[in-house]
RNA sequence: GGGUCGUUAGCUCAGUCCGGUAGAGCAGCGGACUUUUAAUCCGUUGGUCGCGGGUCCGAUUCCCGCACGACCCA
């Protein structure tokens, strides 16, 4: 047996003085009328002698933050949902039992409190707690971080975040707007009629984007299933259904990298509508997130690690070859040639195999030399095909996409284009695709028998797109990693992955 | 995968360059105090210095490896 800290021996003995006085140590039979913002919000404003007539009296729960002792009188914070308040107990008004009750409880303690409202000489609102109005709802054994500095390692913070929760009230508020704007979003696609579903988050193949995906198996059907890297293909059926206007937001798992941008599992909204095109989209997208802005900000811009972001529309708009002229600083001429492109890849320190079509090549320029300078909001346009396969063919210029990406602050935000519905081409597609496979992309797109089926019943001209939720709320709370809008991002775990990787083979190799 | 940095009390941090087994604040514990709010005042407990090796009379400190994390790069 481990020696129990120091701390813990002295929470056990008060438990057991507390547990010899007949006290529940976990009672489930407390009422709470009242949060500390209703209180406050109503009676904040009054002046004391307004107070003295208010004979109401107010129930509150949650967490013991502070205690402020006086001897024969004490201040105390209590935290809940909502924020926290100050209550204030006087041996004299509480009684011999429950003043010695408050004496043995510990920073941290679930508590409950019942008295009237009134305002102390510093003018603070408090709850005057009445006789017998202190409960104990759930003992905590274990202390919290420090009061002032709170809890700033950040493994701590993700480990366990319900500390972080607790100590931390920008934790909180990051992850109250996050659910803010996802109501907003819901809300939006709403009052445009569109539909929200769910579909599969298991496939047999994972398709609808190019990623690596985890893999796993179902026992009884005897099968080999992909965790969704997109749910694209599904969304697509629902068009051919009939649906017209679909959205979901839900996960999606990219066996890659971890990284401030970064996390295997995230979240991001789809939406398809049926007889719209990539420049429709466009539209919406801007009006989209300038109704989010103006909810949360009361206005189009913001700041985002110190940058000013302005989002009042229309936003900028750019083909791939001419972001890559203009700001990437290529030579107009170079991009018609491949083999030069391919060299000025090298020489950026991409690499570049000899089967690489010059799209992919080109978009890796992309990446290198213009991606982190788009700051302000714009459309990215003209996507090549060779990295397009599940999007439109431009009618003038037949080797780009009906396609665009959205950049904000320097990071891809949503991806969108016409929907390729032309089952033939979309064969000679996925075609394409099974070739780079193998010539060595694990990322290249599965052959989908189901897919081509399905288009085959004639799917309506369609544009879709897809935007990560993770990183509209991280432009949005500045947070600067993407762990901080994820309540529980993937860690490794603490006793270290080896043995458990050895024992569980992935087959992704 | 590579580079840089980090890991010391429950928490926030010193100390390590220059080797002699550790300090502060908060929390805790004891005492005083019935309008404080990082309450105050007096006293005080608490540490396998992330883990494993190596060098050394002696390692938290120097060296090597490992684990976990952060940031950057791929």
Redesign the pocket.
């Known amino acids: 047996m481990e020696e129990e ?3 813990l021996k ?1 929470r056990r003995e ?1 438990i057991d003085s507390l547990k010899a006085d007949g006290i529940d140590l976990y009672p489930n039979d407390a009422r709470v009328g009242d949060t500390t913002a209703s209180v406050s919000e109503r009676f904040g404003p009054m002046v004391p002698e307004e107070l003295e007539k208010i004979t109401e009296r107010f129930t509150l729960a949650g967490r013991l933050m ?8 004490a ?1 105390i914070s209590i935290q809940d949902r909502k924020g926290s308040l ?1 209550a ?1 107990l ?4 509480l009684g011999e039992k429950t003043f010695s009750l408050f004496k043995r409880l ?2 941290g303690d679930i508590i409950w409190v019942a008295g009237r409202v ?1 305002k ?5 609102l ?1 709850i005057d707690v009445e006789e017998n109005g202190l409960r104990l709802l759930s003992k905590s054994l ?15 913070r ?1 480990r366990q975040r319900h500390l972080d929760l607790i100590v931390n009230p920008e934790v909180r508020k990051v992850f109250h707007q996050r659910s803010r704007i996802i109501s907003l979003i819901r809300r939006f696609m709403e009052e445009r009629d569109f539909l929200e579903v769910e579909t599969p988050m298991m496939q047999p193949r994972a398709g609808g984007a190019v990623a690596r995906p985890f893999k796993t198996f179902h026992n009884t059907l005897g099968m080999n299933l992909s965790l969704r890297i997109a749910p694209e293909l599904y969304l697509k059926r629902l068009i051919t259904g009939g649906m017209e206007r679909v959205f979901e937001i839900n996960r999606n798992f990219r066996n890659e ?1 971890i ?2 941008f970064h996390n295997p599992e995230f979240t991001m909204m789809e939406f398809y509508q049926a007889y719209a095109t990539y420049e429709d989209l466009m539209t919406m997208t801007e009006e989209l997130f300038v109704h989010i802005v103006r909810e949360l900000f009361d206005s189009p811009k913001f700041r985002y690690q110190g940058k000013e972001i302005d989002l009042t529309p229309p936003w900028r708009r750019l083909t791939v070859r001419d972001a890559v002229v203009e700001i990437g600083g290529v030579e107009n001429a170079l991009l018609d040639d491949a083999g030069r492109m391919a060299d000025l890849a090298r020489k950026l ?3 570049v195999k000899q089967s690489d079509p010059p799209g992919k090549v080109l978009m890796a320029i992309f990446d ?1 030399t213009v991606e982190q300078n788009l700051i302000q909001p714009t459309f990215v346009t003209h996507y090549p095909i060779d990295v397009s396969p599940l999007s439109r063919r431009n009618a003038q210029e037949r080797t780009l996409a009906d396609r665009f990406e959205l950049y904000i602050c320097g990071k891809e935000i949503a991806n969108a284009f016409s929907e390729l519905n032309d089952p033939v081409d979309q064969r000679g597609r996925f075609e394409m695709q099974l070739r780079e496979r193998e010539d060595g992309d694990l990322e290249a797109h599965e052959m989908d028998e189901d897919y081509i089926g399905a288009l085959e019943c004639g799917m309506p001209p369609t544009a879709g797109e897809g935007i990560g939720i993770d990183r509209i709320v991280m432009l949005l709370t500045d947070s ?2 993407i ?1 901080d809008v994820i309540l529980f ?1 993937l ?8 043995h458990l990787a050895a024992r569980c083979p992935h087959d992704n190799d």
Request: charged fraction near 35%; charge should be positive.
């Open positions: 800290s120091e701390l002295k008060k502070a205690v402020r002792d006086f001897g024969k009188g201040f100050q204030f006087r041996k004299n008004q510990d920073i009134f102390t000489r510093t003018g603070e408090t274990r202390p919290l971080p420090e009061k002032w500095h709170g809890l700033t390692d950040v493994e701590i993700y990298g990284s401030t320190g991409i690499t290198e600067a990693s762990r991002p860690l490794r775990t603490r006793d270290g992955g080896e």
